[in-house]
């Protein structure tokens, strides 16, 4: 519905950038937005928000208009009232949250048990301690692809190409060390004689030294917890894999290695599976990759998709809520990547990650997955979380002199889709983002002297992430560069990352042998009665290692859930309302970043559509479409299960 009234001020009053608005109702109402007409233009406010009653909320509801400013150049007459905002918005921290306030403050996530079921549903504290730390989140006060190839997801080739260009990208790593080793220095087992004869005519070394040798690890953070996780009726291993980058750019399986811990500490009992076509060995191989897959499974599901985006990016959140005015540019940018964030991951901590909620029952940590989860929050640094820091901490790409080239680093796998069709994202939202903060911020000492933005930065590392406070590798908000290098990385982990480690959930999660999420055997040793059972009927072997049928239906039905597009969702490149901010200036410059995103969308169609880039479907022939920006209006507007398409935010 749309209202209309006409409002008498004197001639001198200026120009409207504010508005109160009280609900005397007995009921709730949402305001979509409003403007205000005067004899020469049109003031926007973007409001998209519940009105509750002035019998609850006891004070009115104040809107500022899309026109954005610094602290220092607030209107006289809206200082207090930015400044009140804030302060409303901060809460004081007391009292139960009623549903009509509108308060973003810190908590730990210490409401995932739940004691009165009975002590097995006790759950540790995460957050604020140095055994258990954690990102903050918001306080609340509570007590279809398919394949042509119905074999593929056994191919060796295809179990390589999901590392690159599946639903997890973000973990594998190339390797510099031969023969790997754990923390303590004990090495893997892995011979370099049974690899070398794979390695199409190089030797180890050599291959090492030109960036073909690479690994899937999934050891180092699992042995600790693997007695506890065996205890409890499922079968898990500690994993590594190697594999070999052949002359056609697809990535070849060398060896596989399961690690179990030993009698004594440090101690460890290894295996060590190889590639082969058919027979026995070839069984085991099989056997062996579906350990490999659960491990990583896990890790994509707990750590690099929950922790790594959902759970880090809360903190922001409530931080630009209560540090930044919405008349603060930088809320402006920020805003619509923060869209329905905090909603999801409040349902996460009451189905998913909970007591006995789904991640405890589908995934084989069990009960101790957010222990686990702690431990690698450990290893978790923001200046690392940019796609360039990224691929080269993995060892994915090495440094690039030319400074032609934006992102400053060269790929040693040229045919990585995650990676090509990611930094061409990265550089246009690093660019998009420079020249936003350029327009509101003239120099260095801008950002110095802008009091909301070093509260909001140091709110962020005090408050938000305080289990980290003291880590030396934060940015320091003092430069341009650095406020460009944060707020780029932010929006990446928000739109871009999520998508990718998100939306393919169903393609390929939704089948369960290709990526089960727990083991229920263990690879039978010659000799047992085990090993007979497996030789009689390898594949009912295979079966009976999968989950059983109710934890396959729960997982299935969550990456359903997971894989789906809203019906309201905003995507790069567009913003939910057309008067999103009062400057021509900005809006023209945010059209050519959808251009930007458009053409690109075009160049990864081209390179999908190429057939010597073999890792863009693989044997399975699924195209890597999950980082297709979707910015085109008739794209925009599709929901569910699409396996395409970079929301602003982390909205499921």
């Not at 500022?64 to 809206?78: I, V």
């Not at 040229?414 to 327009?439: N, Q």
């Not at 932010?490 to 959930?505: D, E, P, R, T």
């Not at 990456?559 to 023209?588: A, F, K, M």
């Amino acid at each position: 519905m749309i209202y209309k009234i006409k409002i008498h001020v004197d001639s001198h009053f200026g120009t409207p950038r504010a508005f109160v608005i009280q609900n005397q109702h007995k009921k709730k109402f949402f305001l979509q937005s409003a403007s205000i007409e005067t004899n020469d233009r049109i003031i926007h406010f973007d409001c998209n928000s519940w009105i509750y009653p002035i019998k609850k909320t006891k004070s009115d509801r104040l809107f500022f208009s899309n026109r954005c400013c610094l602290p220092s150049h607030t209107p006289r007459a809206l200082v207090e009232l930015r400044k009140e905002e804030l302060d409303r918005l901060r809460g004081n921290g007391m009292g139960e949250r009623k549903e009509w306030d509108r308060i973003y403050d810190y908590d730990c996530y210490n409401d995932l048990g739940d004691p009165d079921k009975g002590p097995e549903h006790l759950r540790p504290v995460l957050g604020g301690s140095r055994l258990f730390p954690y990102p903050r989140r918001g306080r609340t006060g509570r007590k279809h692809s398919t394949a042509e190839n119905e074999w593929a997801w056994k191919d060796d080739m295809e179990f390589g190409r999901q590392m690159i260009a599946g639903t997890h990208p973000t973990r594998i790593q190339c390797l510099t060390t031969f023969p790997p080793q754990n923390k303590f220095g004990i090495q893997s087992s892995i011979k370099q004689s049974i690899i070398e004869q794979k390695l199409e005519g190089w030797t180890l070394s050599q291959a090492m030294e030109h960036g073909r040798i690479f690994m899937l690890d999934h050891h180092d953070f699992l042995i600790p917890y693997l007695n506890r996780i065996n205890a409890n009726g499922v079968c898990a291993y500690a994993s590594r894999t190697l594999l070999f980058l052949r002359s056609d750019g697809m990535l070849k399986p060398l060896t596989i290695e399961l690690s179990l811990p030993g009698q004594s500490p440090h101690l460890e009992i290894h295996r060590v599976f190889l590639p082969a076509k058919q027979g026995t060995q070839a069984a085991l191989w099989q056997l062996a990759k579906a350990h490999v897959l659960a491990n990583d499974a896990v890790y994509h599901q707990l750590i690099s998709h929950w922790l790594y985006t959902h759970a880090v990016v809360e903190p922001f959140i409530i931080a630009t809520k209560r540090r930044l005015s919405v008349m603060h540019p930088i809320h402006r940018l920020l805003n619509p990547h923060f869209k329905d964030t905090m909603h999801i991951n409040a349902l996460a901590r009451l189905i998913l990650i909970n007591s006995g909620g789904i991640f405890e029952r589908i995934l084989f940590p069990g009960e101790i997955c957010m222990q686990i989860s702690c431990d690698l929050y450990k290893e978790w640094r923001f200046n690392e979380q940019g796609l360039p820091a990224d691929l080269l901490k993995r060892g994915m790409a090495v440094k690039d002199p030319d400074k032609n080239n934006p992102t400053r680093i060269q790929l040693l796998l040229l045919d990585y889709p995650y990676a090509t069709d990611g930094l061409e994202i990265w550089v246009a939202i690093k660019e998009w983002v420079k020249d936003f903060c350029s327009f509101f911020y003239k120099d260095n000492e801008a950002i110095e002297g802008d009091v909301e933005l070093q509260a909001w930065w140091s709110e962020i590392r005090t408050q938000g992430h305080g289990d980290k406070y003291n880590d030396i590798w934060w940015y320091q908000m003092t430069t341009l560069s650095n406020l460009v290098e944060s707020l780029t990385t932010l929006i990446w982990i928000a739109s871009a990352k999520h998508a990718s480690l998100n939306y393919g959930q169903y393609a390929y999660n939704g089948f369960p042998p290709n990526r089960p999420m727990l083991c229920r055997k263990f690879v039978p040793l010659e000799g047992t009665v085990e090993f007979g059972e497996f030789l009689k009927d390898p594949d009912k072997f295979f079966l009976k290692m999968l989950p059983d049928r109710f934890e396959m239906s729960l997982a299935a039905a969550l990456v359903d859930v997971l894989s789906r597009h809203t019906c309201d969702e905003v995507y790069l490149g567009c913003q939910q309302s057309p008067g999103w901010i009062d400057n021509e200036v900005i809006q023209n410059r945010f059209a050519e970043f959808k251009q930007e995103l458009k053409e690109i969308q075009t160049r990864i169609m081209q390179r999908n559509r190429d057939p010597k880039l073999k890792n863009r479907r693989g044997p399975a022939n699924i195209e890597y479409t999950l980082l297709y920006p979707d910015t085109s209006s008739s794209s925009a507007s599709a929901s569910g299960i699409t396996g395409r398409g970079i929301p602003n935010s982390i909205s499921i």
